[in-house]
RNA sequence: GCGCGCUUAGCUCAGUGGUAGAGCACAUCCUUCACACGGAUGGGGUCGCAGGUUCGAACCCUGCAGCGCGCACCA
């Protein structure tokens, strides 16, 4: 092993053990299995979709959620898969033609441009999946399933058609969130609200019974005009209560309009009064529905104005239509001021212009079971962590609104609907349609087409992409009508870990899925992960540019290195703002156990004799700092498992840090190099490597869910496992290592360690005050030494970097020899006359007067009679100790400043 | 407007009543035979502000401020 590189390399490493994974099929869950079920279902990504950091991080905590399940002797499924993204991906392939052959999916027809975007997904699917196996996920991909797959579109029908029966789906003309762009119909969940700079139009419209006199309204919207049935203003405001009922003359077209009255309407907004336009805005349609007035659409579906009676401004551009109305009121004289205006936009998530509340026909759905839902969550039966998104939730459930659940796509679930075509005209002008029409045969809704397809034709529309991803958790364990054994088995999932970003979007539909379609919840707990900023605090995005690729990470650090990084500094409960300088530290924590491997395996190769040393007697020969890294290691793991059931992966990974590198490396190891050199004894050699092994080995365990690769690798290598067996499949002993040892004994042993680490830590110091840290020959003399310190006399000149260690009793100091107290003795440092007198005599009395103010505070504690009173004994004890402490230092130190003269 | 978070060292963050912590960055030293992707030492914080509870508050309570995020029919 000496012959390797020094540093660790990742990459080849890696590639390797995901592949014998994959080969020993190690991922793969048996639901015949006797052990008990442990699921989690991934969030799909979109198939077209490349992994970003978000991916890395919800990925990572799976994988380690999963592969810890596996160790604690779980029968493990992770089932993978992707979704099939309708919006996205449908404008990724429109964007390609247009671009590359000048068409529209329209110039193709239906049929083959589906047929371009199943290529386009047959090109690309593959891609993040490959980037979440080289990220090292142990998913199961025997059961990687799409959610355009034939059973999984089956389902989908199966759901519509279910609810569709049980009245829940409905089709009606409604205000929809409409994205000119896209062309389609969105749901609430697709707008983002985005504060915009706009302007605020005061015009004036004149009243019809009296020329000259005027009704002042303001609007964001002038370009919608024409599409004004009304002006209503509140009944209780005493400005207006004269003109409810009277008639003003709308400018272009100019057609009289009535004045109502409507509460909606704040009074103290603007002048009162309020333009009506059903057509184009949700409020001003529920207004009209009210008072029973007219629709007037005046818009085009992509946006542009539709008024032939107003020519100036028919076939404009909404936004250029706006300004050009606003001209045309300033003509008029009936523009009365511009003010600039701050408001809320519903921005398309998509495509990132401003939706635009239009009428039309559209399939909309009233949830189901959810009563069932809200209380699974509100009464911890389904589990949110960090537990303040149930509150979210719970606000959500409380304000449903039924679900635009149709499409104006082409990519997607088709709706299974099918209209006879001699009444197709009818039932496509219907307001509404209910389930009567069923029965009348007018209309067929089914999994399968009608016998007779010939005489029917289907809806057009297809379905919210999220109207399939709410049936994943069991459609994709189950066919339709089958209770399989997987289902049995792995239903109701585990864990799910997603973004709180779809909460909405997914979270709480999959659980009035789970609960209607199979009743039960989908899942018992849900993890919700921070999301990944940039060290401005900018959201990851691609326009900004300020997201890495992880895949270049992964090049850079190793996948162990990124995911390690990335877990560290994932906070529970906020937002986690990225450096790759994390990423560099994961990458650096791998090499520092590759390195201590390595060390132990150049130990094997010195000419030294090893004795024989049976397991049984390792711990009887076992000195303490063998002990203490046995004990520490037998806390970690106890530790762990609590952290684990507390889900605080961040913590974890720091706990797995801090042993490695502080306490094994930086202590352990340092103290005992001594027994693996050539000098040795042969038993404290073996004692020696036996304690390495047993930590090591247990340790590469404990991290391996975080750093798959590097510890499979290092347990083969170090010979802890055989060639053909994997870490991953090892279950954790539940024994501790010391179970054999009183825990009076290894206190025991445990405080002598400490007490070494400590000295040797004060020598240090010492040496470095004196400008002599790096000399590794300075002697040292211990005065007043405990009476073990003997046997650990080479191991603490070893830490201290001493060359020699005189334990004398009698030791008289020379004057201004610098000294420590440490908890086996006091010790000088000799300086055979090298040291400034005077600075010294400075650092002695600045060290005197620190103390003593120490002790004044610890004194005037003690004096405080409550304090004694009501403080526990233990911290009052605590406090004593400490003065005597401090006492007894100072009294050193005033005679050792009294010996410089 | 309502709700939820956050505010601790230069940066990113731990720390849920008992003498303020880590990593990075910084400074000095060390190319000592596991590791410079390393080791040693050190400087650096009135824990957002103001009150309150308590013997004792970064931590509990109440206000306030700043930042962020949800939700909401302000034209």
Known sequence: MSDLPKAYEP???????????????????????????????????????????????????????????????????????????????????????????????????????????????????????????????????????????????????????????????????????????????????????????????????????????????????????????????????????????????????????????DDHVDIEFGTGALKITPAHDKSDFEIGLRHGLEIIDVLTPDGHVNCPEVPELHGLDRFVARKKAAAMLEERGLLLKVEEYENNVGFSERAHVPIEPRISMQWFLKYPCVKEAADAVATGEIQFRPERWAKTYAHWMENLQDWCISRQLWWGHQIPVWYRKDKLDDLKNAESLDTSHLSHGDLFVGVEPPADADNWVRDEDVMDTWFSSWLWPFATMTNVGEKSATLKKFHPTTDLVTGPDIIFFWVARMIMAGFRFEGELPFKNVYFTSIIRDLQGRKMSKSLGNSPDPIDLMEKYGADGLRFGLMRIAPVGSDVRFDESSVEEGRNFANKLYNACRFRQMADEIEAPTAEVGDDEVIGMANCFHVDILAKLDQLAVDLERIYGEYRFGEIAQRLYDFLW?????????????????????????????????????????????????????????????????????????????????????????????????????????????????????????????????????????????????????????????????????????????????????????????????????????????????????????????????????VQLREMLAGLG
């Open 11 to 261: 990459q080849a490493v890696e590639a390797k053990w995901y592949a014998a994974w994959i080969e020993g099929k190690c991922f793969e869950a048996d639901p015949s299995s006797e052990k008990p079920a442990y699921s989690i279902v991934i969030p799909p990504p979109n198939v077209t979709g490349i992994l970003h950091l978000g991916h890395v991080l919800n990925n990572t905590i799976q994988d380690v959620l999963a592969r810890r399940a596996r160790q604690k002797g779980m029968e493990v499924l992770w089932l993978p898969g992707t979704d099939h993204a309708g919006i996205a991906t449908q404008a990724k392939v429109e964007r390609e033609l247009r671009e590359n052959e000048k068409l529209t999916r329209r110039d193709l027809g239906r049929d083959e441009f589906l047929k371009r975007v199943w290529a386009f997904k047959d090109k690309h699917g593959d891609i993040i999946i490959n980037q979440l196996k080289r990220l090292g996920c142990s998913c199961d991909w025997s059961r990687e399933r799409f959610t355009m797959d034939a059973e999984y579109t089956k389902w989908v029908s199966h759901v519509f058609v279910e609810l569709f029966k049980e009245g829940l789906i409905y089709r009606g003309k409604r205000i929809v969130n409409w994205c000119p762009v896209s062309l389609t119909a969105l749901s609430d969940e697709e707008v983002v609200m985005t504060p915009q700079r706009s302007k605020l139009y005061f015009m004036k419209y004149e009243f019809t019974d009296a020329p000259g006199e005027f009704l002042e309204i303001s609007t964001t919207r002038p370009e919608t005009l024409m599409g004004d049935v009304a002006v209503a203003v509140n009944p209780k405001d005493p400005r207006h209560a004269k003109n409810i009922g009277r008639m003003v003359y709308r400018p272009f077209p100019h057609t009289p309009i009535p004045v109502i009255a």
């Open 662 to 890: 502080g306490e094994f490396c930086d202590k352990f190891l340092e103290a005992v190099k001594g027994d693996l050199r050539e000098s040795a004894t042969p038993e404290a050699r073996a004692v020696t490597l036996s304690v390495f092994d047993t930590v090591m080995s247990r340790f590469l365990q404990l991290l391996h869910p975080y750093m798959p690769h590097v510890t499979e690798e290092l347990s083969l290598r170090m010979g802890y496992l055989e060639e053909g067996e994997f870490l991953m499949q090892e279950p954790l002993p539940d024994e501790p290592v010391l179970a054999g040892l009183a825990a009076e004994e290894i206190a025991a042993e445990q405080s002598k360690a400490a007490a070494i680490y400590e000295t040797a830590g004060r020598v240090r110091n010492l040496k470095a005050e004196y400008h002599v840290g790096s000399r590794r020959d300075v002697k040292l003399v211990v005065k007043g030494a405990v009476e073990w310190l003997s046997e650990q006399q080479q191991v603490l000149a070893l830490l201290s970097g001493a060359g020699e260690i005189v334990l004398d009793a009698a030791y008289d100091a020379p004057k201004g020899t610098p000294v420590s107290l440490t908890p086996v003795g006091e010790i000088y440092l000799p300086l055979e006359g090298l040291i400034d007198v005077e600075a010294e005599k400075i650092r002695l009395s600045r060290e005197i007067a620190r103390i003593e103010q120490e002790v004044v505070r610890c004194e005037t504690k003690l004096g405080n009679e409550s304090f004694v009173a009501r403080a526990p004994a233990a911290v009052v004890e605590q406090e004593k100790a400490r003065i005597v402490e401090w006492q007894g230092k100072l």
